[in-house]
């Protein structure tokens, strides 16, 4: 059956380190891979998206890698702050299909 | 820029009762779509619409039903409520279903079927 594992249910990380999740999925040829954050009460927003052919993503102090012959993708904050606190979501589709979501990692930066 | 906006925030219901969640976005996006979160299960699909005129079942499907009403709206209806369907619904829009664009969400209803 087709799975999206996010390997940490809760992270918990010094301010100032990175923080690093991890996110696996089988039986999927996904076209693309999307990171999104949600703060508690709130609707998750897009962080980052990288192709199926892209390696690495940057934008600020975040960073994503997409190995598919793993089939993994790594999400990575530098510098971490006590605001990053919150859930992070990975998901994925294959052409022409619906987003399908992992069921996320809590990252706590504590200060 | 309103993006997404859905109504109502919260809902209590009781079983067998009926509600319909509205959902409707200003970014001209073609594809809608209905999210139920409950914890420990993570954000699961239960319909979408590719584009106006058309819907698709996702996983979660069963004890609901939904309209495309134009390009900016998608409701969710609830025929029967049952306590199973206690969750938080998110509604998102894109421009294209499997389209390397980003979803834009809702902020949520949370509804509770006692």
């Known amino acids: 059956s087709q799975k999206i594992e996010q390997n940490s249910e809760a992270l918990n990380i010094q301010e100032g380190k990175t923080a690093t999740l991890t996110c696996n999925y089988t039986?999927?040829?996904?076209?693309?891979l999307q990171w999104y954050r949600q703060d508690p009460g709130r609707g998750p927003v897009f962080l980052l998206l990288?192709?199926?052919?892209?390696k690495e993503k940057r934008k600020e102090r975040l960073k994503v890698t997409f190995d598919t012959t793993l089939k993994q993708s790594l999400f990575h904050i530098t510098a971490s702050q006590p605001a990053d606190s919150a859930t992070y979501l990975c998901?994925?589709?294959?052409?022409?299909?619906?987003?399908?979501f992992g069921k996320g990692t809590t990252l706590s930066v504590s200060s | 820029n309103a993006g997404v906006t859905q109504t109502p925030k919260f809902q209590v219901l009781k079983t067998g009762q009926s509600m319909t969640l509205q959902c409707a976005q200003d970014?001209?996006?073609?594809?809608m779509y209905w999210y139920r979160q409950d914890p420990g299960m993570g954000l699961r699909l239960i319909y979408y619409?590719?584009?106006?005129?058309?819907?698709d079942k996702g996983e979660v499907p069963n004890g609901y039903n939904v309209s495309r009403l134009n390009k900016r709206e998608f409701s969710l209806r609830l025929e029967s409520a049952a306590p199973s369907q206690t969750s938080v619904y998110f509604c998102?829009?894109?421009?294209?279903?499997?389209?390397?664009?980003?979803?834009?969400f809702g902020s949520g209803t949370r509804l509770t079927v006692v």
């Open positions: 998102a829009s894109s421009e294209g279903v499997g389209q390397t664009r980003s979803y834009t």
């Open positions: 039986n999927y040829s996904p076209a693309y």
């Open positions: 990288i192709r199926e052919n892209e």
């Open positions: 998901a994925l589709n294959q052409a022409g299909t619906a987003l399908i």
């Open positions: 970014m001209n996006h073609n594809s």
């Open positions: 619409s590719a584009s106006e005129g058309t819907t």
